[in-house]
Nanobody, 124 residues
Framework: VQLQASGGGLVQAGGSLSLSCAAS????????TAWFRQAPGKEREFVAA???????YYADSVKGRFTISGDNAKNMVYLLMSSLRPEDTAVYYC???????????????????WGQGTLVTVSS
């Protein structure tokens, strides 16, 4: 699976931004897909996941503000981000894998396929 993330940019605090992840090579609709982010000087952290194309899970820091979704027909994964905060500034990565068990969705090492990342900058 090849993943291509896009949609990052500069946004003011309180604003919204939508990230897209285009998949090719294999369909990701029934795979587990996720978004991670990495801020400067910090480790990559879990943001949201869509487990086997169905149930969604979120980091506490984004719950209620971010929404992960997918379009199986277009083989796309999205992350809609609202009420953005300066601490959301990071490079955002999409990831996918077909072999993840539920208890492992939180860990970047569980995912075998990654997009290249897209930078989100939230100004205060």
């Amino acid at each position: 699976v090849q993943l291509q993330a896009s949609g990052g940019g500069l946004v003011q605090a309180g604003g919204s931004l939508s990230l897209s992840c285009a998949a090719s090579g294999r369909t990701v609709g029934r795979q587990t897909t996720a978004w991670f982010r990495q801020a400067p000087g910090k480790e990559r952290e879990f943001v949201a996941a869509r487990f086997r194309g169905s149930h969604t899970y979120y980091a506490d820091s984004v719950k209620g503000r971010f929404t992960i979704s997918g379009d199986n027909a277009k083989n796309m994964v999205y992350l809609l981000m609202s009420s953005l905060r300066p601490e959301d500034t990071a490079v955002y990565y999409c990831a996918a894998d077909s072999s993840i068990i539920l208890s492992s969705i939180w860990f970047s090492r569980s995912y075998g396929y990654w997009g290249q990342g897209t930078l989100v900058t939230v100004s205060s």
